[in-house]
């Protein structure tokens, strides 16, 4: 029953490019609230008492609590959101109509002007290996869709068109996706 999580919903993110460089905080009783979900998750299924966090705050407060109720916690830059470089925080609306069109033209290959491209995030979540001992994860959207993508259809490069919706808030996925 190995899962990842993602986040809570972070505070100031509505509007915004929101990636690796912005560090919002979450509200801490929804934090709380997803820690106890992992650590009944962790119980139902006898895992570990364990988790692996991104570092950002929106994914690792959640390992902070769980570090308080005795799991171990191991931080793993690896979970971080994708890099979107100079447009990482701006209101969507500020980032320039052709630079969003470029996006949509090589979404893949697309180089966010100092961050990283999906391509790069799609080869980080997909070669991430769980720590030992450790079955649940925190990381956020962009880098699930990642990992499930590269493990459904590790051949084919992402369109825009194609690129599905993130998980919600809290929303559980298994690390280990097969499509049936």
């Given at each position: 029953m190995n899962r990842v999580w993602r986040?809570?919903?972070p505070k100031g993110a509505a509007g915004r490019c929101?990636?690796?460089r912005s560090d919002l905080?979450?509200?801490?009783r929804k934090t709380k609230r997803l820690a106890h979900r992992l650590r009944a998750h962790a119980r139902r299924h006898g895992l570990p008492r364990a988790v692996v966090t991104s570092p950002l705050r929106r994914a690792a407060d959640v390992g902070r609590w769980l570090r308080r109720w005795g799991f171990a916690w191991t931080v793993d830059p690896t979970l971080a959101e994708i890099d979107f470089g100079a447009w990482d925080g701006?209101?969507?609306?500020?980032?320039?109509?052709?630079?969003?069109d470029a996006w949509v033209q090589d979404f893949a290959?697309?180089?966010?002007?100092?961050?990283?491209s999906l391509h790069r995030l799609l080869e980080r979540a997909g070669a991430w290996v769980p720590p030992p001992g450790c079955a649940l994860a925190v990381s956020h959207g962009g880098w699930m869709l990642a990992?499930?993508?590269?493990?459904?259809?590790?051949?084919?490069?992402?369109?825009?068109?194609d690129w599905p919706?993130?998980?919600?808030?809290?929303e559980a996925w298994p690390l280990d996706y097969r499509k049936p």
């Open positions: 986040h809570p919903r929101v990636g690796a905080p979450v509200d801490p701006l209101p969507w609306a500020a980032i320039p109509p052709a630079r969003f290959g697309f180089d966010f002007e100092g961050g990283e990992r499930r993508w590269r493990q459904t259809q590790p051949e084919r490069p992402p369109q825009a068109a919706a993130a998980p919600g808030y809290g």
